[in-house]
Nanobody, 117 residues
């Protein structure tokens, strides 16, 4: 089992920045593909950014150039740096760990990000 705990969510003004962290425990996550998902009120959860075990990254078009996902395997932690935040970035951000070949998939409880003036 992998336990994931997100932190760093907050209320921020448009144009501001936040850094989310996802701390893993229970198992090392170096072989997992990690993702950050967002769920806005009344909407489905969507993948925002992902980083594979091989350090390939991908982003949803709406955050490209503004968000950066990274991982620090020695600390068993994944980060999401969010710059130039917009109101449409508001939502609960969830961390996900996935090891597809072993059918292992874990979720954190989420952290709230609110972008509003």
């Amino acid at each position: 089992q992998v336990q994931l705990v997100e932190s760093g969510g907050d209320l921020v003004q448009p144009g501001g920045s936040l850094r989310l962290s996802c701390a893993a425990s229970g198992k090392m996550i170096s072989l997992y593909d990690m993702g950050w998902y967002r769920q806005a009120p009344g909407k489905e959860r969507e993948l925002v950014a992902a980083i594979t075990s091989g350090l390939r990254t991908n982003y949803v078009d709406s955050v490209k150039g503004r968000f950066t996902v990274s991982r620090e395997n020695a600390r068993n932690t994944v980060y999401l740096q969010m710059n130039n935040l917009k109101p449409e970035d508001t939502g609960v951000y969830f961390c996900n760990a996935n090891w597809s070949t072993r059918r292992l998939n874990f979720w954190g409880q989420g952290t709230q990000v609110t972008v509003s003036s």
